[in-house]
């Protein structure tokens, strides 16, 4: 599904990154660059569908994962004129999907306008939830004014398990998120017929890759269902990436040459047709053009040079070269990330 990175079987076997070490010590592997160069391989873009949009780092939380990080401490927010030339942007460059996130994008005080504004000619609109913000009483009408639009909702959840998730995300975020899924619910979120998309978004919470997304999906189903009368559309495995806290994390515990090679170990050529950079654009809460919103928290413009939506005709063209880094191995191993 355009704008959610979904793992994807492919049929071929993997072509790892070779990875360094030395007096068996292990070391970084080569740059994602370079494996590519070796292998013939490039990485460019096809018609851009999907307009991601980030309208700000503040967050009612703090996850150790965010490769944003971002929290409550934050202050970037995307101001009312940087929205009105994104939506004049989206137009130009006729979209098929817009995906909002952030940052917790509930805690723009603008996004009812955002949405409002796509929906006129948008064909789809995703909202990107820690669900504990949308959750929040004052932003009850939110929620309604999103199922009137029948906007997706990505919720964001590490676990089932209440101590996992707590774990991640700090105490009693567990039951709030179970209100506000359960609040989804009562609005047809997530049930079969009612065209309201409710998906659920899980990463790990160390220095490890997901288990197989469909194994994980019947998890969820199974003990979400069982314990607390919750349905949901479809489930979205990501592979931690490594940036921002994660990545601080990473070097602090001594996790991040094992977490990269282990990344690199399982590159999978197959994968790069289908990777979401190659038909996205991410746009930062300041209007500055991204290849993804990876390459915007590691300060990487799209196509190498800083353009801002205002600035733009259009949406990429095809054929325009994305900018690569070492956190692309998270997109690209195993069976993927579209």
């Keep these: 599904m355009a704008g959610f990175a979904r793992q994807v079987t492919f049929p071929c076997r993997k072509d790892p990154g070779r990875v360094a070490r030395r007096k068996g010590k292990c070391?970084?592997?080569?740059?994602?660059?370079?494996?590519?160069?070796?292998?013939?391989?490039?990485?460019?873009?096809?018609?851009?569908?999907?307009?991601?949009?980030?309208?700000?780092l503040r967050c009612n939380q703090a996850c150790g994962h965010c490769h944003l990080e971002a929290g409550p401490e934050r202050v970037e927010c995307m101001t009312l004129a940087t929205m009105r030339e994104v939506v004049d942007f989206a137009r130009r460059g006729r979209f098929r999907t817009v995906d909002i996130t952030g940052g917790a994008p509930e805690l723009n005080p603008?996004?009812?306008?955002?949405?409002?504004?796509?929906?006129g000619f948008v064909p789809r609109i995703m909202l990107r939830s820690n669900l504990t913000a949308l959750g929040e009483s004052a932003r009850s009408s939110l929620m309604e004014?999103?199922?009137?639009?029948?906007?997706?909702?990505?919720?964001?959840?590490?676990?089932?398990?209440?101590t996992q998730t707590e774990s991640v995300r700090g105490r009693g975020v567990w039951n709030r998120s179970i209100a506000t899924l359960r609040e989804l619910n009562a609005l047809g979120y997530g049930r079969a017929g009612t065209g309201l998309d409710l998906h659920i978004v899980s990463n790990p919470a160390g220095a490890f890759l997901p288990p197989p997304q469909e194994?994980?999906?019947?998890?969820?189903?199974?003990?979400?269902?069982?314990?607390?009368?919750?349905?949901?559309?479809?489930?979205?495995?990501?592979?931690?990436?490594?940036?921002?806290?994660?990545?601080?994390?990473?070097?602090?515990?001594?996790?991040?040459?094992?977490?990269?090679?282990?990344?690199?170990?399982?590159?999978?050529?197959c994968t790069l047709d289908g990777l979401m950079c190659r038909s996205l654009v991410s746009v930062s809460?300041?209007?500055?053009?991204?290849?993804?919103?990876?390459?915007?928290?590691?300060?990487l413009y799209c196509g190498g040079r800083k353009v801002h939506?205002?600035?733009?005709?259009?949406?990429?063209?095809?054929g325009g070269a994305i900018v690569a880094s070492d956190h692309c191995y998270a997109c690209t191993s195993g069976s993927g990330f579209t």
Excluded: H
């Excluded at 603008?110 to 929906?119: A, T």
């Excluded at 809460?285 to 300060?299: I, K, P, R, S």
């Design 215 to 269: 194994q994980l999906e019947r998890k969820f189903r199974r003990d979400l269902e069982r314990k607390s009368g919750i349905t949901f559309s479809s489930l979205y495995v990501f592979a931690n990436v490594p940036l921002g806290r994660f990545r601080r994390w990473l070097l602090a515990s001594g996790n991040y040459e094992q977490y990269m090679n282990r990344l690199a170990e399982s590159f999978n050529p």
């Design 285 to 299: 809460w300041e209007g500055y053009l991204y290849d993804c919103d990876f390459n915007l928290a590691a300060g």
């Design 145 to 162: 004014q999103c199922a009137d639009l029948r906007v997706a909702i990505a919720a964001s959840l590490p676990s089932v398990n209440e």
């Design 27 to 56: 070391m970084l592997p080569e740059s994602f660059s370079v494996l590519l160069m070796k292998r013939g391989l490039d990485l460019t873009r096809t018609a851009a569908e999907v307009l991601q949009v980030n309208v700000g």
């Design 110 to 119: 603008d996004l009812p306008w955002l949405i409002r504004e796509l929906s």
């Design 309 to 318: 939506v205002s600035e733009a005709a259009g949406a990429p063209g095809a």
